[in-house]
């Protein structure tokens, strides 16, 4: 006579394991060293049973205190940021945008001059 399956767990979901999320999220796992929203989202990882970020999106455990940051995302409203602040941070962007333009457009006119000179 066959055992009866355990209550609460569904035995057709494949066992995900916590070695298995780090090899399939690599970066989460190395973030989750060092922060507890991604600890936080690896763990839903594993607790949703496929190891799938849908699943972890679609969790309706609301009983858990997890829950609410579930998604590797503190609830609620983000920072809020008086005109200044926004300007400096406006600021800030576009030199950093524009630091990036000028650094692939050096890129690409290295990469021209090696076609020219026979180096591609």
Same mark, same amino acid.
């Not at 399939?24 to 989460?28: A, I």
């Not at 406006?90 to 333009?101: E, F, Q, V």
């Not at 890129?107 to 290295?110: I, L």
């Given at each position: 006579m066959k055992?009866?399956?355990k209550e609460g767990k569904d035995r057709s979901v494949p066992e995900v394991t916590v070695?298995?999320?780090r090899a399939?999220?690599?970066?989460?796992a190395k973030r989750a060293e060092s922060s507890p929203l991604a600890?936080?989202?690896l763990h839903c990882l594993d607790c949703a049973g496929e190891g799938t970020i849908g699943e972890v999106d679609r969790c309706?455990?609301?009983g858990c205190p997890l829950h609410p940051f579930r998604m590797g995302r503190r609830p609620g409203p983000g920072r809020q940021l008086t005109e200044e602040q926004r300007k400096a941070a406006?600021? =800030?962007? +576009?030199?950093? =945008?524009? +630091?990036?333009?000028a650094e692939d457009q050096d890129?690409?006119?290295?990469a021209a001059g090696d076609e020219v000179w026979g180096r591609a």
């Open positions: 055992p009866a399956p070695a298995t999320l399939k999220y690599p970066g989460l600890a936080i989202k309706e455990t609301a406006g600021d =800030r962007l +576009a030199a950093a =945008r524009a +630091a990036r333009i890129m690409d006119d290295d």
